[in-house]
C-alpha cells in the first residue's frame, strides 16, 4: 500500500479537496487503484450538524454517513463509493479512543495524546486503506490522505505528528506528503510572493514532515524565477515545484498535474508499477476538459435556495447540473437567487433586489429549489414554484418539502379567491 499525504499552508481553502482528487485520477487513470480519507481537525463526531455556511454542504455518503464536501469530490473525480469512516474528525477519534479506555483495553495506562491518539490515527488510516471501494471490491494499492485545516493549526497537531510518526513505519518508499501551499500576487505590480510558502514549509519541517512536492496556488503561472526561488529555500528540486493557477474549471486540474511530469515522478518516488505517459482513459479526460471549454451554447438555471451567499452549500447539486449539461453540449449558467430576495418584504425594503432576484427567475430555463431548514424563504420558494407551473418552465424540487409547496401553490391558485 502506498500513502500520499496532502497538507496545506499559509490559508484554509486553498483547493486541496481538487488536487488531492486530481492526483488520485491520474494514479486510477494510470490503472491503479486509489481510495481516499479526508481528516477534519474539528472536534464535531461529522459534519451532519454544521450550519451550511461554516464549511459548505453536508455530503451524505452511501452508508448513511454525513460528511465533508471533500469526499463528494473524489467520488465524482474517481468513481468510487467511500464510507463514513473515510472522514476522520478529532471528535470521531476520541470518542473511538476514550470508549476503548472506558473498556479498559488500555490495561489501566495513563491515556495520552502521544502516544494512544497518534496510535489510533494510524491504525485508522491503515485499516481504512485496506477497505474496497471500487465496483470490483479489491484492495486498493493507493491511499490519498487530506489533512484539513493548516499546517501550524493547533487543532491539527496531533493528526501531524501521527505522520511522522507514520512515515517511518510504513517506510520512504510507501508515502509521500504533498504540500499544497498559497503563492500571492501584488496587484500593483504583479510580483508573485514566495515568503508565505517559504514559511509554511519551514513550520511543516520543523513538525518532522518534509514535502516531496510544494503545490503552489495562484492566480497565473508561476513564474521561473519564483519557482527557483521555492526550490531554493524549501529543499527541493526545481521540478518538485508544481503550479496550479485559476482555471476556468477543476477538469483542467489534473490536466495541469499531468503536463508536469506528476507521473513520471510518482513511478519513480513510489516504485509504482505504471508508464511514463498517460493512458487512454486520461486521454478521455484531457478531452472532456477541452470539450467543457469550448461550449458555446448555455442553459440557465435558477437555483431558488435560501444558503447562496455560499456556493459551496449547493456544490453538488452544481456539479450534477454540470454534469448533466455538459453531457448535451451545454455550459452550465448557474443563477443562485435567495428565496427570501422573492418575497414582498424584499420589495418593500430593497426593491432593486427583489426585482433583480425575480428578473433572474424569469429568464431561466429551469427553476431548482434545493433543501433548506427552518421557515424563512419559504413563500419565495412557493412564488418560484408557481412561476414555473403558470409559465410551464421546467422545474426540479429537491425533497418532499418542495412537493408539498408546488401542492400548497396549486390550493392557494385554484380554491383560494
Same mark, same amino acid.
Given at each position: 500500500?502506498?500513502?500520499?499525504?496532502?497538507?496545506?499552508?499559509?490559508?484554509?481553502?486553498?483547493?486541496?479537496?481538487?488536487?488531492?482528487?486530481?492526483?488520485?485520477?491520474?494514479?486510477?487513470?494510470?490503472?491503479?487503484?486509489? =481510495?481516499?480519507?479526508?481528516?477534519?481537525?474539528?472536534?464535531?463526531?461529522?459534519?451532519?450538524?454544521?450550519?451550511?455556511?461554516?464549511?459548505?454542504?453536508?455530503?451524505?455518503?452511501?452508508?448513511?454517513?454525513?460528511?465533508?464536501?471533500?469526499?463528494?469530490?473524489?467520488?465524482?473525480?474517481?468513481?468510487?463509493?467511500?464510507?463514513?469512516?473515510?472522514?476522520?474528525?478529532?471528535?470521531?477519534?476520541?470518542?473511538?479512543?476514550?470508549?476503548?479506555?472506558?473498556?479498559?483495553? @488500555?490495561?489501566?495506562?495513563?491515556?495520552?495524546?502521544?502516544?494512544?491518539?497518534?496510535?489510533?490515527?494510524?491504525?485508522?488510516?491503515?485499516?481504512?486503506?485496506?477497505?474496497?471501494?471500487?465496483?470490483?471490491?479489491?484492495?486498493?494499492?493507493?491511499?490519498?490522505?487530506?489533512?484539513?485545516?493548516?499546517?501550524?493549526?493547533?487543532?491539527?497537531?496531533?493528526?501531524?505528528?501521527?505522520?511522522?510518526?507514520?512515515?517511518?513505519?510504513?517506510?520512504?518508499?510507501?508515502?509521500?506528503?504533498?504540500? +499544497?501551499?498559497?503563492?500571492?500576487?501584488?496587484?500593483?505590480?504583479?510580483?508573485?510572493?514566495?515568503?508565505? =510558502?517559504?514559511?509554511?514549509?519551514?513550520?511543516?519541517?520543523?513538525?518532522?514532515?518534509?514535502?516531496?512536492?510544494?503545490?503552489?496556488?495562484?492566480?497565473?503561472?508561476?513564474?521561473?524565477?519564483?519557482?527557483?526561488?521555492?526550490?531554493?529555500?524549501?529543499? +527541493?528540486?526545481?521540478?518538485?515545484?508544481?503550479?496550479?493557477? *485559476?482555471?476556468?474549471? +477543476?477538469?483542467?486540474?489534473?490536466?495541469?498535474? *499531468?503536463?508536469?511530469?506528476?507521473?513520471?515522478?510518482?513511478?519513480?518516488?513510489?516504485?509504482?508499477?505504471?508508464?511514463?505517459?498517460?493512458?487512454?482513459?486520461?486521454?478521455?479526460?484531457?478531452?472532456?476538459?477541452?470539450?467543457?471549454?469550448?461550449?458555446?451554447?448555455?442553459?440557465?438555471?435558477?437555483?431558488?435556495?435560501?444558503?447562496?451567499?455560499?456556493?459551496?452549500? @449547493?456544490?453538488?447539486?452544481?456539479?450534477?447540473?454540470?454534469?448533466?449539461?455538459?453531457?448535451?453540449?451545454?455550459?452550465?449558467?448557474?443563477?443562485?437567487?435567495?428565496?427570501?430576495?422573492?418575497?414582498?418584504?424584499?420589495?418593500?425594503?430593497?426593491?432593486?433586489?427583489?426585482?433583480?432576484?425575480?428578473?433572474?427567475?424569469?429568464?431561466?430555463?429551469?427553476?431548482? +429549489?434545493?433543501?433548506?431548514?427552518?421557515?424563512?424563504?419559504?413563500?419565495?420558494?412557493?412564488?418560484?414554484?408557481?412561476?414555473?407551473? =403558470?409559465?410551464?418552465?421546467?422545474?426540479?424540487?429537491? =425533497?418532499?418539502?418542495?412537493?408539498?409547496?408546488?401542492?400548497?401553490?396549486?390550493?392557494?391558485?385554484?380554491?383560494?379567491?
Amino acid at each position: 500500500m502506498k500513502y500520499i499525504l496532502v497538507t496545506g499552508g499559509v490559508i484554509s481553502g486553498i483547493g486541496k479537496g481538487i488536487i488531492a482528487s486530481s492526483i488520485g485520477t491520474i494514479l486510477k487513470a494510470c490503472g491503479l487503484r486509489v =481510495t481516499a480519507i479526508k481528516i477534519d481537525p474539528y472536534i464535531n463526531i461529522d459534519a451532519g450538524t454544521f450550519s451550511p455556511y461554516e464549511h459548505g454542504e453536508v455530503f451524505v455518503l452511501n452508508d448513511g454517513g454525513e460528511v465533508d464536501l471533500d469526499l463528494g469530490n473524489y467520488e465524482r473525480f474517481l468513481d468510487i463509493n467511500l464510507y463514513k469512516d473515510n472522514n476522520i474528525t478529532t471528535g470521531k477519534l476520541y470518542h473511538h479512543v476514550i470508549k476503548k479506555e472506558r473498556q479498559g483495553d @488500555y490495561l489501566g495506562k495513563t491515556v495520552q495524546v502521544v502516544p494512544h491518539i497518534t496510535d489510533a490515527v494510524q491504525e485508522w488510516v491503515m485499516t481504512q486503506a485496506m477497505v474496497p471501494v471500487d465496483e470490483n471490491k479489491e484492495e486498493p494499492q493507493i491511499c490519498i490522505i487530506e489533512l484539513g485545516g493548516t499546517i501550524g493549526d493547533i487543532e491539527g497537531m496531533p493528526f501531524v505528528e501521527a505522520f511522522r510518526q507514520f512515515q517511518f513505519k510504513v517506510k520512504k518508499e510507501n508515502f509521500c506528503n504533498i504540500h +499544497v501551499s498559497l503563492i500571492p500576487q501584488l496587484g500593483a505590480t504583479g510580483e508573485q510572493k514566495t515568503k508565505p =510558502t517559504q514559511n509554511s514549509v519551514r513550520v511543516l519541517r520543523s513538525l518532522g514532515l518534509s514535502p516531496d512536492l510544494i503545490v503552489c496556488r495562484s492566480v497565473t503561472p508561476i513564474k521561473m524565477a519564483a519557482k527557483e526561488k521555492i526550490s531554493m529555500f524549501c529543499h +527541493v528540486k526545481p521540478e518538485q515545484v508544481i503550479y496550479i493557477h *485559476d482555471v476556468p474549471s +477543476v477538469y483542467q486540474v489534473p490536466v495541469l498535474l *499531468d503536463e508536469q511530469g506528476l507521473v513520471k515522478y510518482f513511478k519513480e518516488r513510489l516504485d509504482l508499477p505504471i508508464s511514463d505517459s498517460a493512458s487512454h482513459l486520461f486521454h478521455k479526460w484531457r478531452n472532456m476538459a477541452d470539450r467543457y471549454e469550448k461550449l458555446q451554447k448555455t442553459c440557465s438555471i435558477a437555483l431558488v435556495g435560501k444558503y447562496t451567499k455560499l456556493r459551496d452549500c @449547493y456544490a453538488s447539486v452544481f456539479k450534477a447540473l454540470e454534469h448533466a449539461a455538459l453531457a448535451i453540449n451545454h455550459k452550465l449558467n448557474l443563477m443562485y437567487v435567495d428565496s427570501i430576495d422573492l418575497e414582498q418584504i424584499t420589495e418593500n425594503e430593497e426593491p432593486v433586489k427583489f426585482h433583480e432576484a425575480w428578473q433572474k427567475v424569469c429568464k431561466a430555463d429551469g427553476i431548482l +429549489v434545493p433543501g433548506g431548514f427552518g421557515v424563512r424563504g419559504t413563500l419565495g420558494k412557493l412564488h418560484a414554484i408557481s412561476l414555473a407551473r =403558470t409559465k410551464k418552465i421546467p422545474f426540479l424540487g429537491k =425533497t418532499h418539502v418542495h412537493l408539498s409547496c408546488h401542492c400548497i401553490g396549486f390550493k392557494n391558485k385554484i380554491f383560494i379567491k
